[in-house]
Structures are given as structure tokens and as C-alpha cells.
């Protein structure tokens, strides 16, 4: 529509008509043969069949005389466009034809136009290229490991909806904080990227469901050393029925208890540990004629694993991708409009008291976009339905667990305020977690949870 913003009526010229060259559209003309038409006058031309420009002028009331049509072409002599230029006047304004020098000129122009609009294209499709094998990384992470399969593409979706929200804000903390197009897009960059030092974690450490767990899961080695232990009991000859009952139903619970410490959990207590060492020396089998402990050191080391399923040193190994993050991202010449995003995507494990990793950072070290991803990163680990180690928690859950987390300074407050205040955790919720997560609670009970600022 052009100044007016009117919507154009007008359809489409086609380049082709039955298949071949649309002689009736001079566009069409100009773009297949190459060539450069220029017309004094459009009512007095027998060249070629203008019928459809008269038309046109039938149709809008305007009076088309002269015309210069020219092919945009780039520097390699590819087709990027058509420019038409109508109706040329000189200073009195009469309508006069386009003289040569005129035609030269423009010829010119537009040759550097399409080489404009080539390099943009160009820019355009390094950029979209650039985006798709971020989504690629992140899409081979997620194939990686069948528990974590939708990590790195719900992280991105959270920290977009959390961000918009930020920039609508023009209230409390967060009120001089905006974000542009580029602010935006340099973000999404960040966030599909954010763990793409995962490449070099072991599936076994990322894939562990159980504490007992390598490439197969040890507790029926345990269990089969109970077996053992039961047999030996059952056998002895230095114990009469009602011993050998109660030793056998002390042995039973005792099982019992090691296959449910093999599972993981929110927090194994210090009396549950005591137990484990208690459980593997008062037992011992013989087989093959080496005596042992019914559960050995490393079992031991496993089983003692307070949160969880990973022990400490595998911990460091899964916290260890960050360390390949950081050293992947830092080493990339990004562009200057994409020169934060290892500052964004390198920051969703650091707390705002500064006992995060991979750097330690504290709040005032690190940008508004990098502790949104902290957020997003922690909600999006919460609420996952697919993780070996544990269950998908519910809203109510969640949130109490974030909230104490703003208590505790490892979330930016304001903008876990925001998380609450704008219902992110709640429009994210709807579309993607499962109904049985959906759970019903007085948002203002919530550790930390407020409504508005």
C-alpha cells in the first residue's frame, strides 16, 4: 500500500503464462530475457503488448507514459528482482521519456541493489543457518539420552515466556528493562545452546537411573549375594528354626532396604547411611572360596549417595559439561549482535549468592537474560516427566521448591516475582506438563510466591 498503508487489490503478475515468457507483463520480460526496455510512450508503443499496464490505468485513473524497466541483477549476474520506473518529468514537470543517461544511472543503482539485497540474503541465510544448527545441537543432546528428550527445546520455550514477560513489565524492579528484535533473537541463540557441552557427558552418568546403575543396573548382584547369605542361614547347622525365622526376616528387611536406597531420592538421611554400612558387615558370603562383604566398597560409595542417583564423582562429571560449554562457546567468533549469548547460556547453574557453577558468579556479575535462563533451566528440571532418577513434581511442588530457592539466594527474586506475577509457570504448565501435574494451591501459600510488587 505503500504511504497510504491501503491493502493492494491487485493480483500477482505472473512470469510464466502456458509456459512461456508472460509477453503482456514487461516484468516478466525483463526478468527472463535480461534485457532493459525502455518505452517513450506506452499508447504509441507496437513492440510489444502493454494491454495489461492500459488496464491498469483503466482500473486506477493514472496515466502511464513512459517507462524503464530494468532486471536487478547481483554481482554474479543472478536475478534478485525487477525495478519498473514510471513516468520520468523534467524540472517543469512534463512527462518526458528516460534518456540514456538516465537509463545508465539507474542501471547502475540497481545493479548495487542487488548486490545489497544479495549480501542481506546472504547475512539472512548464515543467520537462519547459524539458528538451525543450534536447534540441531540441541536436538542431538536431547537424542542422546531418552530420559532427557525434551530438555533443550522446553528451556528455550520457558526463557522466551519469561523474558517477554520481563519486557512487558513497566513496573517495580524490572521497569527500565526491555528487550529489542536482536535482544531477543541473541537470547533464543543462548538458550539453544545452553547445554551443548553435554556432547561429551557419558550416557551412562546422563542416562543413570538408579544409584547402583553402570552399564546395568548392580542390585541384582546385591540381591544375589543376599540369596547367597539366605542359602548359608538356611543351611547352618549352628542355629535351630526360630533363629534361622528371625535371621531370615532380618536378612529379608534388610534387602528390602538396600533395593529402596538403590532408587534415589530428594535426601537419604544420616541414619539411612549408617545403615548401609551396618547391613554390609553384618553380613558376609563366600564365593568361589573368597569370603566378602554381602555389599562391597564402591556399592557402598553408590548407595550412600544423599540426593539423587549420582555419586560425587559423577556429579563432577555431569557439572563438568559446563566446563565444556563454557570452552565451546567462548571459543566461537560470534558476530557482535550474538556476542553475549556465551554470557546467556553459560549462567543457568550459577546461584545469585555465588555458590553456582561453572564460575561462581553472583547476581551482580552476571545479566538480566543469563539468571532467566537459571529459572527456566530449574522449572524446566522440576517438572520433566522424563527423568530416570525421579518423578515429574507437580505446580505446587515446584513452585515451593523455587520459592525456598529465592529464599535461599540461588533465583533472582525479581524476576521469580515476575515468573509469578505474569503466570508463566502457569501458561507453560497448561500447554506442556502432564494434567496430573495440574495440582490445585493458594499461590500465596507458596514459599516466596507473592502477587504483584
Excluded at 16 to 27: I, W
Excluded at 421 to 442: H, I, P, R
Aim: charged share 30%.
Amino acid at each position: 500500500g505503500g504511504t497510504t498503508n491501503n491493502e493492494i487489490n491487485f493480483p500477482p503478475i505472473p512470469l510464466l503464462k502456458y509456459g512461456e515468457v508472460n509477453d503482456s507483463a514487461l516484468v516478466a520480460i525483463a526478468a527472463k530475457t535480461g534485457d532493459i526496455i525502455n518505452i517513450e510512450d506506452v499508447y504509441h508503443c507496437t513492440d510489444y503488448d502493454l494491454s495489461a499496464a492500459k488496464a491498469m490505468d483503466k482500473k486506477t485513473g493514472y496515466r502511464t507514459q513512459s517507462v524503464l524497466t530494468l532486471p536487478m541483477k547481483n554481482h554474479q549476474g543472478d536475478l534478485n528482482g525487477v525495478i519498473q520506473l514510471l513516468n520520468a518529468s523534467n524540472e517543469q514537470g512534463d512527462i518526458i521519456a528516460f534518456d540514456q543517461e538516465i537509463e545508465k544511472t539507474i542501471h547502475a543503482l540497481s545493479s548495487l541493489a542487488g548486490v545489497i539485497i544479495t549480501n542481506k540474503q546472504l547475512i539472512d541465510e548464515m543467520e537462519n543457518l547459524f539458528s538451525a544448527f543450534s536447534k540441531l545441537i540441541a536436538s542431538a543432546i536431547d537424542k542422546k539420552s531418552p530420559y532427557t528428550g525434551g530438555h533443550c527445546r522446553r528451556v528455550p520455550l520457558i526463557t522466551m515466556m519469561l523474558a517477554e514477560a520481563c519486557d512487558e513489565i513497566n513496573y517495580g524492579p524490572l521497569d527500565s528493562f526491555s528487550m529489542s528484535k536482536e535482544d531477543f533473537h541473541e537470547l533464543g541463540v543462548a538458550a539453544w545452546l545452553h547445554d551443548c557441552g553435554k556432547v561429551a557427558t557419558p550416557e551412562y552418568v546422563m542416562d543413570k537411573a538408579k544409584k547402583l546403575e553402570t552399564i546395568f543396573d548392580r542390585i541384582e548382584l546385591v540381591s544375589a549375594r543376599f540369596e547367597i547369605a539366605a542359602r548359608d542361614i538356611y543351611s547352618s547347622d549352628k542355629h535351630d528354626g526360630n533363629q534361622k525365622a528371625l535371621l531370615l526376616k532380618a536378612l529379608e528387611s534388610d534387602r528390602d532396604f538396600i533395593c529402596i536406597a538403590n532408587t534415589g531420592g530428594e535426601f537419604f538421611d544420616e541414619d539411612k547411611i549408617e545403615r548401609v554400612y551396618k547391613i554390609a558387615k553384618n553380613y558376609q558370603v563366600t564365593i568361589r572360596g573368597v569370603k566378602q562383604d554381602i555389599v562391597n566398597a564402591d556399592e557402598i560409595y553408590n548407595l550412600i549417595t544423599k540426593r539423587g542417583t549420582l555419586n560425587p564423582k559423577e556429579r563432577r562429571v555431569i557439572n563438568g559439561h559446563m566446563d565444556v560449554t563454557v570452552e565451546m562457546l567462548e571459543s566461537m567468533p560470534f558476530p557482535k549482535h550474538l556476542k553475549r549469548v556465551p554470557e546467556y547460556a553459560c549462567g543457568h547453574h550459577e546461584k545469585m549468592d555465588g555458590t553456582g557453577y561453572p564460575k561462581g558468579l553472583k547476581r551482580d556479575e552476571m545479566s538480566i537474560p543469563a539468571r532467566i535462563m537459571g529459572i527456566a533451566d530449574v522449572f524446566e528440571a522440576l517438572t520433566a516427566n522424563d527423568r530416570p532418577y525421579k518423578d515429574p513434581k507437580t505446580l505446587s511442588e515446584t513452585l515451593t521448591i523455587m520459592g525456598r530457592m529465592k529464599l535461599g539466594d540461588h533465583l533472582d527474586p525479581d524476576l521469580f516475582d515476575v515468573f509469578i506475577e505474569k503466570e508463566v509457570y502457569l501458561k507453560f504448565a497448561k500447554e506442556y506438563l502432564e494434567n496430573s501435574q495440574l495440582d490445585e494451591f493458594d499461590i500465596t501459600q507458596i514459599p516466596g510466591c507473592q502477587k504483584g510488587f
